[in-house]
C-alpha cells in the first residue's frame, strides 16, 4: 500500500452548523468552529451528552444535513474540498469512499425489500456491479458480519435488531469506502448485543485499514473501543486526544463529568437539565 493511500484522511476546517427556525423559530449554533482529522486506519470517537452537536457534526461530512442547516468552514477528503462540490459531485464520495452506518438500522430498511436486494442496489447503482456479480457479493458482505446464507432472502423485520443492524454494516461495506460514519450506531440494542455489533464493526474496520468516525454520548464505551477521542459540549470541542490520555487524565471538567470520576462537583453551566447519561443523542 503506497504512502499517499496511507495518508488519506477526513479533515474538519472551522466547521460550524447553524439551523435557520430551531424550537420557536429561533438560530441554534448546532456546532461552533470545530476542527480535527481523521486518517484512514484510525478509529476516531466523538462524544459528548445529546444536544451538543455530534451528529450534526457527523452528517456535515457526507452533506446529509436538511436544508435548514447552514454549514461554514471546510470538510476534506483526500485533500479535495467535498464541502464544495455540488450534489453531483458529492454523489461520487458517498457510498463509496464515505459510507453510513445509520443511527438506527430498525428504520433504514425498506420493509418490502430483501436485505440482498438492499446491497445489490447499493452495488449496482453506485459501483454499475453486473447483477450476477452484485448477489454474489452480497453474499460475501452477509457472511463477513456473520449472518448466514438465508439471511439475505429475508425482509428487514425477519431479522432481529442486532441482525439488522450487522446487515447495515454490510450494506455500508458494499462498495469497499475509505471511512465508515456511525452514529450512535447500537443504541437501541441491548448491552450485550451492542458489544458484539461495535466489536464486529471496529475489527472490520481495522482489518481493512478503514478509518471510522464514531458518534456516541457514552464516553467510557467510545475509551475502550477508539483510538482517540474529541469532546464536544455545546457545539464546541472542549478536549480531544489519545482515548487513554483522555479517558484516564482529563483536563476538563465536563469530560471528568462524562466519565463520571467527579460526580457531586457542581453540574458545568448547561448541564442542569439533560444529564449526560439520562438521554440518548
Ligand atoms: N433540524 C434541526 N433544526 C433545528 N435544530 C436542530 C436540528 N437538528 C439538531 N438541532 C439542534 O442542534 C443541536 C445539536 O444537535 P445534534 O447535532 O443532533 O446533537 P447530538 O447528536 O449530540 O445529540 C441541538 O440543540 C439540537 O436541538
Ligand atoms: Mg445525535
Known amino acids: 500500500m503506497s504512502v499517499m493511500r496511507d495518508a488519506v484522511a477526513i479533515e474538519l476546517k472551522n466547521l460550524s452548523v447553524t439551523y435557520r427556525g430551531g424550537e420557536g423559530g429561533r438560530t441554534v449554533h448546532a456546532v461552533r468552529d470545530c476542527s480535527f482529522s481523521v486518517a484512514r486506519g484510525d478509529v476516531l470517537g466523538i462524544v459528548g451528552e445529546s444536544g451538543s452537536g455530534k451528529s450534526s457534526v457527523l452528517m456535515a461530512i457526507p452533506r446529509l444535513l436538511p436544508a435548514s442547516a447552514l454549514v461554514t468552514g471546510g470538510i476534506f477528503c483526500d ?108 443504541t437501541a440494542l441491548d448491552v450485550i448485543t451492542q458489544k458484539e455489533v461495535l466489536d464486529m464493526t471496529v475489527s472490520l474496520v481495522r482489518e481493512r485499514g478503514m478509518g471510522l468516525l464514531l458518534v456516541t454520548h457514552d464516553l ?8 482517540s477521542l474529541v469532546v464536544m459540549r455545546e457545539g464546541a470541542i472542549v478536549e480531544s ?34 444529564p449526560a447519561r439520562k438521554t440518548r443523542g
Open 79 to 186: 485533500g479535495t474540498e467535498i464541502s464544495s462540490l455540488d450534489e453531483r459531485g458529492m454523489g461520487v464520495w458517498r457510498w463509496r469512499r464515505i459510507a453510513l452506518v445509520p443511527q438506527s438500522a430498525m428504520n433504514s430498511f425498506t420493509p418490502h425489500i430483501t436485505i440482498e436486494r438492499h446491497i445489490t442496489e447499493v452495488l449496482e447503482h453506485h459501483m454499475r456491479t453486473p447483477r450476477r456479480d452484485a448477489r454474489e457479493r452480497a453474499e460475501e458482505l452477509l457472511w463477513t458480519v456473520r449472518l448466514d446464507g438465508s439471511a439475505g432472502a429475508r425482509y428487514p423485520h425477519e431479522l432481529s435488531g442486532g441482525q439488522k443492524q450487522r446487515a447495515a454494516l454490510a450494506t455500508a461495506l458494499a462498495c469497499g469506502p475509505d471511512f465508515l460514519l456511525a452514529d450512535e450506531p447500537t
Open 220 to 227: 467510557p464505551l467510545a475509551a475502550g473501543i477508539c483510538d
Open 241 to 274: 486526544g489519545p482515548s487513554q490520555q483522555v479517558a484516564s487524565n482529563p483536563e476538563n471538567d465536563y469530560t471528568k463529568l462524562l466519565i463520571g470520576a467527579i460526580r457531586d462537583m457542581e453540574r458545568p453551566r448547561g448541564l442542569e437539565e439533560t
